[in-house]
Each structure stands twice: as structure tokens, then as C-alpha cells.
């Protein structure tokens, strides 16, 4: 449920919780509550555990302290120093009123995302997209034309900028309206040019503090229905500018798209924290942001990638709990070490692709290549890779998933400490003609090739264009 | 000496118990005994604590431990610092046990502060005086507070290529106060490089937690030097 009477409640929580300093939230309350909570609910993730677990009871107990987690920490407001806190019984009926299906996006290309349960047939939404990663102002209409033209690529998501009009950018000043209204005029410009004007944009980018996000979101410029973005600070965290972009987004009746990025090793601590963190973060991002769909992306606190063994670990029995115990639309979004023109890039998107995929996700999100950190190594070609793995891996059983993502993880694993962060958009596409290069073409050819020969099968482009929206309603009777 | 030798390794091996469970009382008194057993306080620094907490942040740079952990064995070293070693120092010869000081936070235009959390963490556990401003910290307030504790260096982190500039405004600022050789200046985060750190006039850069700390250790002893 998302309305005014809501919006008021939740900011009057912001402003009446209970106080706490910040360091105490950080320090001390988030470290013992995750400790208290793996022993209460008996969370233990062995080191050489099965990536993709089938264990029910496990992910059932993983919800529960998820839940419990949301409940006891709350979302800590570092303007007003005070927790937003919701009892259980609030936080049950907040979760059972949010949407279980969305359309995002306008006709002829709206998409309409559905709940997914683990093993789960129906169709995952693919947001394909370079996920904030800073782009040459340059190449930055091209690099969003090559996702927004992949007929596979459901919804699209927005890159940052790097410079604007030459100009370096800056959060909270002037050149981040700028930014955002550059970014704003080039994704519109790149949908249409790919031929799908009403495709939905995961946006803004280049809005880290509300100015952005104020200035561009209204029915003139990105409308509504588009998926706007909200940050939720880790751990736990969030602050006035974040509840401004809330504010404004609910009353322009906008899609929400709130996001919360655990870090592995950080105050949750390692798997088990991790896998608790997403749980009760996604919850919380329900809670604090009404959010309509959200994401999580648990991060390496060196590599800042998503697919090391121990993040999947995690983040597949996490997966699971969300999907087993409640409707919320989660997305996985996938941060790959390795960049475009890689085969690693290519192998990390696969493994992170089928766990989340048989665990239940309702949607991927990216790749965020080159752990989105340099600046134009992302590529369309990654997204179409994605999302084909991401097919080819719906109805399947987490067991092979298992062995897939198993055999896969040891193919790249000894590369994640090198970085191979690959070549820029200019190095592995024509710009001009907005196509991959030969080269490129004949890597991911090559790793779907050896994924075929470990048991995959690809589904050919046509069975892909008669999955559409409506057939999905059918899917999901049979997904649980 | 061989005895004194296995002293000292029971000492590390019990002041390492003590800090992975957070028992500050058991490290205080582990590093008074020493002392009372005619261990200067920089021979107890150098011989026990510095080896005892250099294995600890090995043991979170290869995650076998967590920032929990770091936390527990940072809040035992500062226990001891400030009840056994800090009062042993003010009544003797001007011995120090400290590495240097550090001001750090997250630049201007920035909110995340867990990277950050983790720099800070394991330059305490390496013997660094530690004052961290928090986040969306200006250029002017990173000079202020290196000022008020005598700090040489200033440590920034950014996850944010929109925050970025806000680094180079540091340099720039120091430059312009005049203040330039007095400091030295550290940046990291996500989306920084040692290519942006160049670009601005940085004197260092710390590509994650464990590299960052062994660059203010350089930078310590280039102070020291200068």
C-alpha cells in the first residue's frame, strides 16, 4: 500500500523514533543484533556449502530472522538521528499490501513484471542497463541505444556521467541538475532511436542527492511510469535528501525502484550477516520507501563485485526466503570484476545469473560491468548474455543450478584478484552503427558454446518473442 | 633471552585471545603485566601490540574475519593505549606509541561511509590516531580538524564520481592556503584511481582498506622525514 496517509506516517516516524547516535547504530547495535539473530535462528552457511541450497526449512528460518532483524533495527535517519521502527504485525501487513505485479514503462512497450518463486518457470524481467557506471559524455547515447535495442532487455537502466557539457559534475550543486537533465535528454533520445519510445527507464542516475531526481520526474520529462531510484544507505541508512525523492515520487504517483547494497565482511558480517541483511533490507526498503519493486546488490568489500562464491553463498538462500515467504518484486542486479571483451565478464553474469534466476528472482538487473567502476567499459552485449542465461535457466531445478553455477564459479574465480576490467564501448563496439565487434561477438559466442556443452540450453530468439506479458499470468499459477 | 623471547609470544598469543573476544579488561591487564615485568611502553607497542594487531588485519584482508572482529580488537588496542601505555608515557622519557595521526572522512556531495568505516578501522589497529569527521565532509573541514589535532594526514574517501571533485578541491584549497607541504593527502573509493589521485596532486592512493593503510605508513614515515 503506498498513499499520502502512508508517506505522513512514515516521515513522522523519521521525525519520532527512537534516538540512537550513529556510531552506536554502526557500531554496536547492527554487529549484535546480526549475531543474536544467526543463533536464535540457527543461520549457518559452511564455507564449501552448495551455492544454490534446496533447503526449504533453511530459507524459511533465514526469512524469519530477516523479519525479526527489520523489526529490531529499523532504518536509522542520520538528519534526525532517530530509528523509523515498525512492529511486526505493521511490517506483515505493509509486506502483504505491496504489489505482486507491475507494469513499468508506456505502450507499445510497457512490461509488466511479475513474482517469481524458486524454480519457477515464469518469465524474470530483465532490466538491462550499465547501472550508474560513469560514462564519456561522448559515448554515453550510444552505449544506452546498444541495451534499449536488445529485443531482450525488458526495461532498461540508466549510466552516470562522467562529465557534462566537459564539465566535471557534482553531486548537490548546480551541475547535478544539469547532469540529470543531460542524462534525462540522452536515454529519451536513445529509446527512440532504438525503436522503443515507451520502454521503461530505470532512473536517475545523476541524482545522488534529490536535486536531480526533482527536477527531472514529472509527466513532461521521465514520467511515472518509469522506475525511479532510491538509494537505501548501507546498513541501514537513510537521511532528508533520500525522503525527499520518497516524498516527491509518491505524490507524482511515480514507480518506486529502491535499492540496498549489503557489503560482505561489513558490520552484518560475513555470509550469514550478509544473507540476513538482504532480507530484512529488503523488508526495510518496503517499510521506509513503499517502494513498488527493489534490489539488492551484496558487495565485496575489495573487488566491489557481486559474484564471488561467498557473496552467492548469500545471497541464493536470501533469495530464496524473499520469494518463498512473501510477494515483494526483488531483483538481483549483477556487478561482474570482469568488463566487456572478457570471457570472465561473461562467466560471473552466467553463475550470478542462474542462482538468482533458480532462487526465485523476479527480475535482473545490469551487468554493471568492470564492477562500474571505469568509466565506459559496459556494453548491450553483456545485457542480451544475461538475459538469454537468465531464460535458459527459468523451471530449473536449484540442484543443477547448483552444479552449473558450481563448474561456472571455477572458471573465473582464480581471475576476480586480477581484474580484468576489459576494453571500453568504443573498443568493443562500432558507435557509429551500434553494433558489437566481430571480437566481442565471437567471446560471448565461445562461453555460450562451452555453457551448451555443460548442459544449457538456449532458447532460439522466436520462442523468446512469443513469452509475452499475458502468458506470464498463466506461469506463475504453476510456479509455487 | 630465550625466555624473554617466549614471554613476548604468549603475551601476543594471549592479547590476540583477548581481542577477538572483546575482553578489554584481560588486554589492559596483559599489557600492564608486561610493563610491570620491565617492558618499556614502545618495546610492548613494537614487540607485542604491532605484530599481535598487523596478523588481524591480515586475517580480515584475507575475510576470515569481519568488521565485527576489527571492531573488537580496535576497541581493546585503544583501551590499552589510553589506560596502560598513554599514562606510562606521560610520566617517562617522551617514548611514543603511536604511528601518526590520521583525519579522515567522506568527501562533500557523499553519504556512504562503510569503506570508510573499514580504512579507519584498520588504521587504528596499525598504531594510527584516528579522528573521523564522518561523511559529506567539505574541503575546509578536513583543514580544520588536521589542524585541531596536528594530524599530517588527511584521508578521503568517495564512492561517488559526483562527489569526486570534491577531492580536488582539498589540493587546491591546501595550495592556495599555502599549506600544501604541511599535509599529506590519501584518496580512495569505488570509482577512484590512481590516474584521478595523480590528476589532483594526491600524495597517495589506497585502492581498497589494506592498501590504504600501507600507504599511510609510507606517508607517516615520509612526515617523519620532511
Known amino acids: 500500500m503506498r498513499n499520502a496517509v502512508r508517506l505522513l506516517d512514515v516521515l513522522d516516524r523519521m521525525e519520532s523514533g527512537p534516538i540512537i547516535e550513529e556510531e552506536i547504530f554502526d557500531m554496536e547495535l547492527v554487529p549484535s543484533t546480526m549475531a543474536a539473530l544467526q543463533k536464535k535462528y540457527d543461520i549457518h552457511i559452511a564455507a564449501d556449502a552448495a551455492i544454490v541450497p534446496e533447503d526449504d526449512a533453511f530459507a524459511d528460518r533465514l526469512f524469519e530472522a530477516g523479519l525479526e532483524m527489520a523489526e529490531t533495527l529499523g532504518v536509522f535517519c542520520t538528519d534526525t538521528g532517530r530509528r523509523m521502527v515498525w512492529s511486526r504485525n505493521e511490517i506483515l501487513d505493509a509486506i502483504g499490501l505491496a504489489p505482486s505485479e507491475l507494469t513499468i514503462g508506456e505502450f507499445p512497450d510497457a512490461h509488466t513484471q511479475v513474482k517469481r518463486f524458486p524454480e519457477d518457470a515464469a518469465r524474470v524481467t530483465i532490466k538491462g542497463g550499465p547501472v550508474g557506471t560513469p560514462s564519456p559524455e561522448q559515448l554515453y547515447l550510444a552505449i544506452q541505444q546498444s541495451y534499449a535495442q536488445e529485443p531482450l532487455v525488458d526495461l532498461m537502466i540508466d549510466g552516470s556521467l562522467e562529465t557534462v557539457y566537459g564539465r566535471e559534475g557534482r553531486s548537490h550543486s548546480p551541475w547535478e541538475l544539469l547532469m540529470a537533465w543531460h542524462e534525462m535528454e540522452m536515454v529519451l533520445t536513445a529509446v527512440a532511436r532504438a525503436g522503443r519510445p515507451g520502454l521503461g527507464i530505470g532512473c536517475t542516475e545523476d541524482s545522488v542527492s534529490e536535486i536531480g531526481e526533482l527536477s527531472v520526474t514529472s509527466a513532461e520529462r521521465l514520467g511515472p511510469h518509469h522506475w525511479h531510484h532510491i538509494a537505501m544507505v548501507s546498513e541501514f541508512k537513510t537521511n532528508y535528501a533520500l525522503m525527499t525523492k520518497v516524498a516527491h515520487l509518491i505524490k507524482s504517483g511515480s514507480v518506486i525502484h529502491s535499492f540496498y547494497n549489503t557489503i560482505y565482511g561489513g558490520t552484518a558480517g560475513g555470509r550469514e550477516g550478509m544473507a540476513i541483511a538482504i532480507v530484512g533490507g529488503c523488508i526495510l526498503l518496503q517499510m521506509a520507501y513503499m517502494t513498488t519493486t527493489h534490489s539488492v546488490s551484496p558487495t565485496h568489500p575489495f573487488f566491489g563485485n557481486t559474484t564471488t562464491p561467498d557473496i552467492l553463498r548469500a545471497l541464493a538462500p536470501a533469495q530464496q526466503a524473499i520469494s518463498r515467504n512473501s510477494h515483494l518484486l526483488n531483483d538481483v542486479v549483477i556487478t561482474p570484476v570482469g568488463g566487456p571483451g572478457t570471457k570472465t565478464l561473461l562467466y560471473e553474469v552466467a553463475a550470478q545469473s542462474i542462482t538468482s534466476v533458480s532462487s526465485g528472482a523476479a527480475g535482473l538487473i545490469g551487468p554493471r560491468s568492470a564492477a562500474g567502476t571505469q568509466p565506459g567499459h559496459v556494453s548491450g552485449l553483456e545485457a542480451r548474455f544475461m538475459a538469454e542465461v537468465a531464460h535458459a535457466a527459468r523451471g530449473m531445478s536449484r540442484r543443477e543450478a547448483n552444479r552449473l553455477v558450481t563448474e561456472i564459479v571455477g572458471r573465473y574465480q582464480e581471475e576476480l584478484d586480477k581484474r580484468p576490467i576489459g576494453q571500453r564501448f568504443d573498443e568493443v563496439y562500432d558507435v557509429v552503427r551500434v553494433q558489437p565487434s566481430q571480437a566481442w561477438i565471437d567471446t560471448y559466442e565461445a562461453v555460450k558454446d562451452e555453457l551448451g556443452q555443460m548442459g544449457m540450453t538456449f532458447d532460439s530468439p522466436s520462442a523468446h518473442a512469443a513469452v509475452g506479458g499475458d502468458l506470464v499470468g498463466s506461469e506463475i499459477e504453476g510456479g509455487s | ?226
Request: hydrophobic fraction near 40%; glycine fraction near 8%; charge should be negative.
Open chain 2, 1 to 226: 633471552m630465550a625466555d624473554k623471547d617466549e614471554s613476548l609470544k604468549q603475551a601476543g598469543a594471549d592479547l590476540e585471545k583477548a581481542m577477538m573476544s572483546a575482553e578489554t579488561g584481560k588486554g589492559v591487564e596483559i599489557a600492564q603485566s608486561m610493563l610491570d615485568k620491565g617492558l618499556s611502553p614502545s618495546q610492548f607497542f613494537v614487540e607485542v601490540l604491532q605484530p599481535v594487531l598487523y596478523e588481524i588485519g591480515k586475517r580480515f584482508e584475507r575475510l576470515e574475519i569481519f568488521l565485527p572482529e576489527l571492531m573488537k580488537a580496535a576497541k581493546v588496542a585503544k583501551a590499552i593505549q589510553a589506560e596502560v601505555l598513554e599514562p606510562s608515557l606521560r610520566s617517562g622519557k617522551g617514548e611514543t606509541t603511536s604511528v601518526g595521526s590520521v583525519v579522515i572522512g567522506t568527501c562533500k556531495g557523499d553519504i556512504h561511509d562503510i569503506g570508510k568505516n573499514m580504512v579507519a578501522l584498520m588504521l587504528q589497529v596499525n598504531g594510527f590516531k584516528v579522528y573521523d569527521l564522518g561523511t559529506d565532509v567539505s574541503a575546509q573541514s578536513f583543514i580544520d580538524a588536521a589542524r585541531e589535532h596536528e594530524a599530517k594526514i588527511i584521508a578521503m574517501s568517495s564512492l561517488l564520481t559526483t562527489s569526486m571533485p570534491y577531492m580536488g578541491d582539498l589540493t587546491k584549497r591546501l595550495e592556495g592556503l599555502g599549506l600544501r607541504k604541511e599535509y599529506r593527502v590519501i584518496v580512495g573509493g569505488a570509482p577512484v584511481t590512481q590516474a584521478y589521485a595523480d590528476r589532483i596532486g594526491a600524495d597517495a592512493y589506497g585502492s581498497d582498506a589494506v592498501s590504504a593503510v600501507q600507504q599511510c605508513l609510507s606517508l607517516a614515515k615520509s612526515t617523519m622525514q620532511s
